[in-house]
């Protein structure tokens, strides 16, 4: 068995009886009361989802087992450990540039949200060698069934329905369920098939993902789909998804970037996946595949469920409306200099038409989103490349302008840019211009929190997530007491 799944066995003995001892003696502890409003209200700020890897605070946002984006970033392996040089700065950056900060493997953080703690180096490594074996032991491509059903699909069908639709048939293979149907198993173990089909669901998100960006060019430019690249054994997962996506030099490079962005582009993918991988349990995508899994249905049907709820414009879809934002701005705004008082005078007209500024506000955070602040110092690290970009200036100068038009706006309870507001211009800008296609890179992150989190609900022996619902009269019978 490999080296992480040894790690979580370790580790699950203590968290049991910890999770037992609360059961048993803690479990009329009282954590919050439900209100009318809270059913009504989305549930909104009621405690009453258990989740492990993450915690989300409203003043400092995401922590990874207690880890900030920085202390991930200061601890956790990087490409380092494949032989790459680690901090790489670019040429042409000039002297006050930020240096780029230390790039971390999602690999990393998928050994992190696993078993507790960061992985050595060496741990991490074998994280990749991990997830490659399984595509290796597939032949180094999707399963054939998977490939077949996609590919029968109408070409312009929304991506994000592509990507659920390879992931509910690489259920074929699943583990869980062929053990589970067997019969075999006892409720203690259920954990350890569950672990197998994370891993090899995760190991396959680069190939789905790449299946379906290849369809979109196929639709975008009216030829039939073709491999935009080659996946390889030797590399890491973020490597592989950018050489499937067509961005490396393992690839037809379809955008024809040089050596030096083929390398960023890889970055950005290393750390949007590894700060995208999971926001605590309450999310959309997380509390779904939580709760479909709740049911012991399998990790690909679970995950292909949470992926769907990605899909919707209010959550994973959101960064698509940033970049819309952004190119329709630039556009009105055209060849002006855009200045601080020109950029506050359309934000206003936004708002007085009563609509919002997308990429700023956060339904629990309550500062700028450490996610946010790691894609700017991304871009800042790199003026050379993104100093000429009006869409990324424009991103960056909005950063500046809009939270103070916010505030004096008055209505938000959060100012301040969510991740939202830089994730999606900086693909943009290397040339990923779909914008329904950001959703699957998303996709691809998130499954590490909340595959993880299933993991761990299956080791817990968590029962199925059942409340109960009441209806109008009931809450208007309750509400008069
Ligand atoms: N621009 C203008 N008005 C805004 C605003 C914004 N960016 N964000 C919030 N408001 C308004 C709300 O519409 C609401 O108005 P009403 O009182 O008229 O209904 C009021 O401020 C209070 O809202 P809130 O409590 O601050 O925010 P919510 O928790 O209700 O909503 C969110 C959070 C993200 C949906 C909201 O801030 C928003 O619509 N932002 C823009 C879209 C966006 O960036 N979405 C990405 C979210 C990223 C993520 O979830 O990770």
New binding site residues.
Partial sequence: SSQMKRAVAAAIPEKRAALQSLRRDHAAVPLDTLTVGSVLGGMRGARALFWGGTTLSPEQGIRFHGLSIEQCQAQLPGPEILGEGAGESSPGESADALSPSPQFLPESMLWLLMTGRPPSPAEALSVTRLLNERIESQGGALPPEVSRAMRALPRDLHPMTQLSVGLSVLQRNSQFARAYEQGKLGKADYWAPTYEDAITLIANLPLLAGEVYSTVQAQATGTTPQPLGQWRADRDWSYNLCSLLGYTADSANIRGLTAEQQRDFVALMRLYTGIHADHEGGNVSAHTTHLVGSALADPFLAYAAGANGLAGP??GL?AQEVVRFLESLQRQLGGEKVTDSLLSDQLWAL?RAGQ????????VLRRADPRFTAMLRFAQARPAEFGADPHVQLMVRLSRVAPAV?REHG????PHP???AASGILFHHYGVRELLFFTVIFACSRALGPLAQLVWDRAYGLPIERPKSVDLGQLMKLARG
């Fill in positions: 209010l959550h959101a708002l919002v500024i997308p990429g700023y506000g956060h339904a916010l209505r938000c309870n959060n969510n991740v939202d």
